[in-house]
């Protein structure tokens, strides 16, 4: 098994019920089992042309799986692709997205995956709920998550509630 964080956002179709339905649906792929859930945050959206959209809902789980990386992104994007997400913008409204942020210890930059997730570092909307569930939690380059959160404190960001079982 393989301990691996899920990162969790939506800001379309009920934000919070599409984070209850992905969850429940990580919850039911083969051999993963989850281990722990953030608190369910708020957060402005992070958008490239300025365009309004809705604050989205994000969240953090951590699972043990005995799915490789590229195996559990393909069933993460089966997952998004199910709730209806659209990718034809980057950083566009979507009604779920589903990052793999770390895989153990698995540093890979590819076309497809990158480990550790590329942007989390900027993000308090993933670093908070991570050190959430994770307090001693250091990146595979031995960064500890203070330290990357400190970088980001001034993103707003309060939470909202818990997933709903």
Known sequence: MTLAYIGLGSNLQDPQRQLNKARAAIAQLADT????????????????????????????????????????????????????????????????????????????????????HAEMHKRRFVLQPLQQIAPQLRIPDQTDLQTLLQAVQDQPLKIIGEFND
Request: a negative charge; one cysteine or more; aromatic letters at 4%.
């Open 33 to 116: 089992q989850i281990k722990q859930c953030s608190s369910i945050y708020q957060s402005p959206a992070m958008t490239l042309d300025n365009e309004p959209q809705n604050d989205y809902l994000n969240a953090v789980i951590a699972i043990d799986t005995t799915l490789d990386a590229a195996q559990l992104l393909g069933q993460l994007q089966r997952i998004e692709n199910a709730q209806g997400r659209a990718r034809d913008k980057r950083w566009g409204a979507r009604t779920i997205d589903l990052d793999i942020l770390l895989y153990g210890d698995l540093q890979i930059s590819g076309e497809q995956l990158n480990l550790p």
